[in-house]
Nanobody
Framework: QVQLVESGGGLVQAGGSLRLSCVVS????????MGWFRQAPGKERELVAA????????HYAVSVKGRFTILRDNAKNTVFLPMNSLKPEDAAVYYC?????????????????WGQGTQVTVSS
């Protein structure tokens, strides 16, 4: 019954920016830790960023640190991933995910609820 819907993906040139959004319904958004994962063809799913319920504790993959930011607006049941300085290697399907516990996302790289994914393509 918990639904996560991503949006904001698309085609962008290397060096450009995109902002992904994920709207959560079916439960109280503020009770969940949130994460963004991505998966490129032929590669394992990778944790990109995560935030706890308050937004005060965050985690980033080394490959995106300083370029991507995970933000949440609990009043709007939405989590964002603004992405700057995009590189061709950032191209993937990006998935929004939710978990009751922050460490489930960060330490186990898992989640209880998943969105359908949104495609990010970066041209060079």
């Amino acid at each position: 019954q918990v639904q996560l819907v991503e949006s904001g993906g698309g085609l962008v040139q290397a060096g450009g920016s995109l902002r992904l959004s994920c709207v959560v319904s079916g439960r109280t958004f503020s009770s969940y830790a949130m994460g963004w994962f991505r998966q490129a063809p032929g590669k394992e799913r990778e944790l990109v960023a995560a935030t706890d319920w308050s937004g005060s504790n965050t985690h980033y993959a080394v490959s995106v640190k300083g370029r991507f930011t995970i933000l949440r607006d609990n009043a709007k049941n939405t989590v964002f991933l603004p992405m700057n300085s995009l590189k061709p290697e950032d191209a993937a399907v990006y998935y929004c995910a939710a978990s009751r516990l922050f460490h489930t996302i960060v330490l186990q790289t898992a989640a209880e609820y998943w969105g359908q994914g949104t495609q990010v393509t970066v041209s060079s």
